[in-house]
């Protein structure tokens, strides 16, 4: 079956450095990958969504390439900040008519000052 | 546009007691997702509708957990016999169909078994 592997839990940074969260996914089917994003107490939604090889995807700072020969969707940010603080899941699902996501384990991201 | 409501927002219940879990999706929304978060799980897919027709329930646990989404305005969760590992927040998530994966969540269950 599908499957997501998110490497770090937790991810402790200092304001201003980089971020890279790690993902990598399993599939036989042809897929579209997702990162989602989740602050304290509040719902996920959606921070990126790509489908297309060797093409980055950005939104708020925040991007990703699909590599579909290395099946990676890594997460960046050139520079860290307080309110990047939150819960991060990468995510995908496979394009053949079934719409569910199946979600990797979560990378909880502490940025601190 | 009010987003999607979930109903109630906590809810204890004894063990082996029902849990109903309601859900709204956002108006025009026709794909309705049902997930159950834990941090020991993360975030686990149970079940999804399309057009009110079940599409996919491979996540459900079969005896006690069932869905229902009798109209296009409300999907329910009903878990049977309640055990203290079902305590988790269940999130219920809509999306336009063919968006695949543009969902949006609900803030969520948080049900408690005590």
């Known amino acids: 079956g599908d499957s997501v592997t998110q490497t770090e839990g937790l991810v402790t940074l200092t304001e201003g450095l980089p971020v890279m969260l790690n993902c990598t996914y399993q599939t036989a089917y042809s897929t579209f990958l997702f990162w989602y994003v989740q602050h304290l107490n509040e719902a996920p939604k959606l921070l990126l969504k790509?489908?297309?090889?060797?093409k980055r995807t950005e939104h708020q700072g925040f991007h990703a390439t699909l590599h579909k020969s290395s099946s990676s969707f890594h997460l960046q940010k050139s520079s860290a900040q307080l309110s990047d603080s939150a819960l991060y899941y990468c995510a995908l699902s496979a394009n053949y008519g079934n719409e569910k996501i199946t979600f990797g384990a979560g990378t909880k991201l502490t940025i601190k000052p | 546009n009010a987003g999607v409501i979930q109903t109630p927002r906590h809810k204890v219940t004894g063990k082996g007691q029902e849990a109903t879990l309601w859900c709204e999706p956002i108006s025009g929304h026709s794909a309705v997702f049902w997930y159950r978060q834990t941090i020991v799980q993360g975030l686990e897919f149970l079940t999804y509708f399309r057009n009110q027709a079940p599409i996919d329930d491979s996540g459900m646990p079969k005896e006690r957990f069932s869905a229902q989404m009798p109209n296009q305005s409300h999907s329910t969760l009903k878990i049977q016999s309640t055990q203290p590992q079902d305590s988790a927040v269940y999130l219920c998530?809509?999306?336009?169909?063919?968006?695949?994966?543009?969902?949006?969540f609900g803030p969520g269950t948080r049900l408690t078994v005590l």
């Open positions: 790509s489908s297309t090889d060797n």
């Open positions: 998530a809509s999306s336009l169909v063919g968006r695949v994966g543009e969902q949006y």
